[in-house]
């Protein structure tokens, strides 16, 4: 049995490797009504590295269609931030509003499934999207989305400060530990060394 982590020794973040998103994408059926909620969330979740609780918080004004938008007014700023929507996730969200949210005077976009139709809690799209990844064999949750997204920021040139403001972090600490799993560039920030 291997040693637990020492008292203070920082945790890297789990995220899926490139293939696990391939299959978890590729393996959600659309038959049922809470399929076709959970795609959409799954969607949302790792295009934007979202919390449970801010997919919790988008409404149907959050989003654009016409110019693929949404608006991620949950996340720290006091002003409003309209973000490009990806045509697979945009189309993913339609899909979900016209074949499975319920008809309701509700603003928020994802609605429980079940009569009274209240919007969703964010335990609700914690096991969306659970059940989505033990339906591949995924010993995953719903924050390694989150850390997938933070380390393909990293690949992709973001800095740790960058990454802590789009995430919407309160410390630097906290955004440093995804150096951890982007291994060639915490050798160049503690060593200095090129890529």
């Known amino acids: 049995m291997s040693p637990g982590p020492r008292r203070g020794q920082i945790i890297p973040p789990k995220f899926l490797q490139d293939y696990e998103l391939q299959r978890l994408f590729d393996n959600v059926d659309l038959c049922s009504k809470r399929d076709i909620r959970s795609y ?26 016409s110019k693929a938008e949404i608006n991620l ?75 997938t997204y933070a380390k393909n920021l990293l690949e992709q040139g973001a800095s740790t400060f960058e990454i802590k403001e789009i995430l919407g972090y309160e410390s630097m600490q906290t955004a440093k530990r995804y150096l951890q799993i982007h291994v060639k560039l915490m050798r160049k920030v503690l060593f200095d060394e090129t890529l």
């Open 73 to 147: 007014r949950s996340r720290r700023y006091e002003y409003q931030l309209w973000l490009p929507l990806s045509d697979k996730t945009l189309k993913a969200i339609v899909f979900y509003t016209v074949r499975a949210r319920q008809q309701s005077d509700q603003r928020t976009l994802f609605l429980k499934l079940k009569s009274p139709y209240e919007p969703i809690s964010p335990s609700n799209v914690c096991g969306d999207l659970c059940r989505l990844m033990h339906k591949v064999n995924l010993s995953s949750s719903s924050y390694w989305l989150r850390h």
């Open 40 to 65: 959409a969330i799954l969607h949302l979740s790792y295009e934007f590295g979202l919390l449970p609780k801010e997919i919790c918080m988008i409404t149907l004004d959050d989003i654009r269609f």
